[in-house]
T-cell receptor, first 110, second 112 residues
Framework: DGGITQSPKYLFRKEGQNVTLSCEQN?????MYWYRQDPGQGLRLIYY???????QKGDIAEGYSVSREKKESFPLTVTSAQKNPTAFYLC?????????FGDGTRLSIL | GQQLNQSPQSMFIQEGEDVSMNCTSS?????WLWYKQDPGEGPVLLIA???AGELTSNGRLTAQFGITRKDSFLNISASIPSDVGIYFC????????????WGAGTKLIIKP
């Protein structure tokens, strides 16, 4: 089935540790996105990529990094510089509009 | 930054009632999208609107792209228990490319 796969479903981070969230899509979409969702709030854009080997910062990119080496994959690294990483992270992809989402990764601090 | 005002924040309704929610902004949008999110899952697209004045239905759901291009509403008729969840609007600003602006969501709760 075509879709967007995020892994893992749950992730725990220790102080000072970098963690990487995986996002893979087989929809042949050019654009991919990472959002952060906090309880009771809308989605905030972290990074987006319109094409392989190119990406742009969103509204809250500080403390995060991404790569786009393949069309199908857009991993997000939450670095130790992100002091408040506990949130629900959502990956999306699109061929212009609309955006389609994966099922998310919930990141917590140990 | 740009903002979308989504209201109401939450709704308590009886099964069978109709539901209405909306999003407004001072900015002009080219696209409006309505999503539903269940707990622990990603948002699922309900309706996409691409033209001012457009009125689109998806089963019991109806959404409209406001004529001023600054607002949109979503109606749900004859609500059922599986309608429970959080509904989000998202809009593409007229001067943006791939970025969406998101509302804070409307939480729909059905009273037993």
């Amino acid at each position: 089935d075509g879709g967007i796969t995020q892994s893992p479903k749950y992730l725990f981070r220790k102080e000072g540790q970098n963690v990487t969230l995986s996002c893979e899509q087989n929809l042949n979409h050019d654009a991919m996105y990472w959002y952060r969702q906090d309880p009771g709030q809308g989605l905030r854009l972290i990074y987006y990529s319109q094409i392989v080997n190119d990406f742009q910062k969103g509204d809250i990119a500080e403390g995060y990094s991404v790569s786009r080496e393949k069309k199908e994959s857009f991993p997000l690294t939450v670095t130790s510089a992100q002091k408040n990483p506990t949130a629900f992270y959502l990956c999306a992809s699109s061929s212009y509009w609309p955006q389609h989402f994966g099922d998310g990764t919930r990141l917590s601090i140990l | 930054g740009q903002q979308l005002n989504q209201s109401p924040q939450s709704m308590f309704i009886q099964e069978g009632e109709d539901v209405s929610m909306n999003c407004t902004s001072s900015s002009i949008f080219n696209t409006w999208l309505w999503y539903k999110q269940d707990p622990g899952e990603g948002p699922v697209l309900l309706i996409a609107l691409y033209k001012a004045g457009e009125l689109t239905s998806n089963g019991r759901l109806t959404a409209q792209f406001g004529i001023t291009r600054k607002d949109s509403f979503l109606n749900i008729s004859a609500s059922i228990p599986s309608d429970v969840g959080i509904y989000f609007c998202a809009g593409q600003l007229e001067d943006s490319n791939y970025q969406l602006i998101w509302g804070a969501g409307t939480k729909l709760i059905i009273k037993p």
